[in-house]
């Protein structure tokens, strides 16, 4: 197996995951670290034992480097996927891949010139319930799918925003909550009913209103490939991270994410199915420990390029292509057809 070496761009939060993932794998090893911070990605790269850049372009000429994780603001995603494909490395980005429709094609037109593969990480899909209820999905006791829904209800101080001030900016961010903490359900909701073929929605800001232009709430009713409707409701409002609460209606029976648990509920009867894993204080509690997963099935697929398990450009575009969508109908007030 070849021995591959890692770069990470990025020392905020999220980073951590991808250290102690690629801790975690054989063939692995974490060769730098960028951050535009020099004294603390400094700091950080001592710890890692790892070389340190303070210009991702200059991490980008060593060319033993062949993988590059990206772990920045949206409005760098773009920019650095193209910069390292175009330097032959492979490139794991965190979500959004972009922040626009336009952005998913020119990536996508990046990946097909390309030597590197780009794995994107949608690390929900791989939650112990998520397996577990597409499982459930595809063995077809549960009957026709009728509809899903999902409530997503979080909270974001004003220190979240004015910390980090490309939060909550169309510009930096492209947009608020849809973009970044609901876009993994929403992504959940299409891959569980096969995509989705029109949509409205509504957004809005309130009780975040001094501190985003962009939305703090959102609701949306969509129609899925499959034929079931869904209901979503989302808002960075409340006063603590619940639990997401997600529930499939189908002919035959109902299955219901709740406290990060699975039910299923037949005949009158509640079963419990599985439960996802507790955080490993790496990870923050909402996201989950699918990381690991995520990381680990794109290095699958570079050291064994007939294993591709991984989020690609095409994967990663859907839940974006819906945000679109939502933020489009609230403005048109009208329902919008996702193909169009």
Same mark, same amino acid.
């Given at each position: 197996?070849?021995?591959?070496?890692?770069?990470?761009?990025?020392?905020?939060?999220i980073h951590?995951?991808?250290?102690?993932?690629?801790r975690?794998?054989?063939? %692995?090893?974490?060769?730098?670290?960028?951050?535009?911070?020099?004294?603390?990605?400094?700091?950080l790269?001592?710890?890692?034992?790892?070389?340190?850049?303070?210009?991702?372009?200059?991490?980008?000429?060593?060319?033993?480097?062949?993988v590059? =994780?990206?772990?920045?603001?949206?409005f760098e995603?773009?920019? /650095?996927?193209?910069?390292?494909?175009?330097?032959?490395? =492979?490139?794991?980005?965190?979500?959004?891949?972009? /922040?626009?429709?336009?952005? %998913?094609?020119?990536?996508?037109?990046?990946?097909?010139?390309?030597?590197?593969?780009?794995?994107?990480c949608?690390?929900?899909?791989?939650?112990p319930?998520?397996?577990r209820?597409?499982?459930e999905?595809?063995?077809?006791?549960?009957?026709t799918?009728?509809s899903?829904k999902?409530?997503?209800?979080?909270?974001?101080?004003?220190?979240?925003y004015t910390?980090? !001030?490309w939060?909550?900016?169309?510009?930096?961010e492209?947009?608020?909550?849809?973009?970044?903490?609901?876009?993994?359900?929403?992504?959940? /909701?299409? @891959?569980?009913?096969?995509? %989705?073929?029109?949509?409205?929605?509504?957004?809005?800001?309130?009780?975040?209103?001094?501190l985003?232009?962009?939305?703090?709430?959102? /609701?949306?009713?969509l129609?899925?490939?499959?034929?079931?409707?869904?209901?979503?409701?989302?808002?960075?409002?409340?006063?603590?991270?619940? !639990?997401?609460?997600?529930e499939?209606?189908?002919e035959?029976?109902?299955?219901?994410?709740?406290?990060?648990?699975?039910?299923?509920?037949?005949?009158?009867?509640?079963?419990?199915?599985?439960?996802?894993?507790? !955080?490993?204080?790496?990870?923050?509690s909402? @996201?989950?420990?699918?990381?690991?997963?995520?990381?680990?099935?794109?290095?699958?697929a570079?050291?064994? !390029?007939?294993?591709?398990?991984?989020?690609?450009i095409?994967?990663?575009?859907?839940?974006?292509?819906?945000?679109?969508?939502i933020?489009?109908?609230?403005?048109?007030?009208? @329902?919008?057809?996702?193909?169009?």
């Amino acid at each position: 197996m070849k021995m591959l070496n890692a770069a990470i761009i990025g020392g905020g939060a999220i980073h951590r995951c991808h250290v102690n993932a690629l801790r975690q794998m054989p063939g %692995v090893t974490l060769r730098a670290l960028v951050d535009i911070d020099s004294e603390a990605g400094l700091k950080l790269a001592m710890t890692y034992h790892c070389r340190f850049y303070q210009d991702y372009r200059e991490m980008l000429l060593d060319e033993e480097i062949d993988v590059v =994780h990206i772990c920045t603001p949206h409005f760098e995603h773009k920019k /650095m996927i193209l910069a390292a494909l175009a330097a032959g490395k =492979h490139v794991f980005c965190e979500k959004p891949v972009g /922040m626009s429709g336009s952005d %998913v094609a020119e990536i996508n037109e990046a990946v097909e010139n390309a030597s590197g593969k780009l794995g994107v990480c949608y690390q929900n899909r791989l939650n112990p319930t998520s397996q577990r209820i597409r499982h459930e999905l595809a063995d077809g006791s549960s009957g026709t799918m009728l509809s899903i829904k999902a409530v997503l209800t979080w909270s974001r101080a004003g220190s979240y925003y004015t910390q980090s !001030p490309w939060r909550g900016r169309f510009a930096t961010e492209g947009g608020s909550l849809l973009i970044n903490q609901a876009i993994h359900t929403l992504d959940l /909701m299409q @891959w569980f009913a096969g995509g %989705v073929t029109r949509l409205k929605g509504v957004v809005d800001c309130g009780e975040l209103a001094e501190l985003t232009e962009a939305e703090d709430s959102a /609701m949306a009713t969509l129609h899925f490939t499959n034929g079931a409707r869904g209901l979503f409701y989302a808002s960075n409002c409340h006063t603590t991270d619940s !639990p997401l609460l997600l529930e499939i209606h189908c002919e035959n029976s109902t299955l219901q994410l709740c406290d990060n648990a699975l039910w299923r509920i037949r005949n009158g009867e509640r079963t419990k199915l599985v439960s996802d894993a507790s !955080p490993d204080g790496i990870a923050k509690s909402y @996201w989950g420990q699918g990381h690991q997963h995520a990381i680990s099935s794109f290095y699958t697929a570079l050291h064994h !390029p007939g294993k591709a398990n991984y989020i690609d450009i095409h994967e990663a575009g859907k839940s974006l292509k819906i945000v679109e969508a939502i933020y489009r109908s609230s403005q048109m007030r009208q @329902w919008i057809d996702i193909n169009r």
